[in-house]
């Protein structure tokens, strides 16, 4: 069993929807990270967070520390978020999930 | 906007060789990192260095694997004798602090091909 688990493992929505992308985990952490990777490979940090939640502009983050898991939230969803994303937990190191491939369509 | 950056974009080497790996983390950054993705698979944690020693590494960074930061700029991952496995995009990472507590910058990946 995989100590961070994504669901979905893809998903497509239309334009203007609202995504939720889910991160359970299984080891005790310290602070987790939203990445997004974009089709070119390219990886960028959406959130660090080790309690509650954060929000960036459409995007919302939240994590539940005692039930080992975490949601990524986007509102108002644009083709341009169709991108890969990923949780990371901050353990003895860095471990990251499989990601979840998001689609968006117009 | 201060970033990473990372040469070659694309390295094409043949097994059994040498392949050194280049990273230009940012300026003020005090923890670097580097990451490999397989195609088609997760992103996995190779080592962090912090204060010119490695601070933790992964199974994955064996003794053909060794990184250097070797001139208060570049921060350098060798791997001594490819392997075809070894085949994968090595990402470069730094941050302000350790990972638990600031956010990491990578780099747009190098692609390493082993024939």
């Known amino acids: 069993k995989n100590e961070v688990e994504q669901s979905p493992q893809n998903l497509t929505a239309q334009e203007g929807e609202f995504i939720t992308i889910n991160c359970s985990y299984s080891?005790?952490?310290?602070?987790l990270h939203w990445l997004q990777q974009h089709p070119g490979g390219g990886i960028v940090s959406l959130f660090m967070?080790?309690?509650g939640k954060k929000k960036h502009g459409r995007l919302i983050a939240t994590i539940n520390i005692q039930e080992k898991h975490s949601s990524l939230h986007i509102t108002a969803s644009h083709p341009r978020d169709s991108a890969v994303y990923i949780c990371?937990?901050?353990?003895?190191?860095?471990?990251f999930g499989e990601g979840t491939q998001l689609t968006v369509n117009p | 906007e201060p970033e990473v950056t990372q040469t070659p974009s694309h390295q094409v080497t043949q097994m059994g060789q040498e392949v050194i790996l280049r990273c230009v983390p940012i300026?003020?950054?005090?923890?670097f990192y580097w990451y490999r993705q397989i195609l088609g698979q997760k992103v996995e944690f190779l080592v962090s260095?912090?204060?010119?020693?490695?601070?933790?590494k992964s199974e994955i960074f064996d003794d053909q694997f060794s990184v250097e930061r070797p001139d208060g700029s570049n921060f350098t991952l060798k791997i001594r004798s490819t392997k075809l496995e070894d085949s994968a995009m090595y990402f470069c990472?730094?941050?302000?602090?350790?990972?638990?507590?600031?956010?990491?910058?990578f780099g747009p990946g190098t692609r390493l091909t082993v024939t």
């Open positions: 260095f912090y204060n010119n020693e490695i601070s933790e």
């Open positions: 080891v005790g952490i310290s602070a």
């Open positions: 990472a730094s941050s302000l602090g350790d990972y638990s507590t600031y956010e990491q910058y």
């Open positions: 967070l080790s309690s």
């Open positions: 300026s003020n950054h005090l923890y």
């Open positions: 990371a937990v901050c353990g003895s190191r860095l471990t």
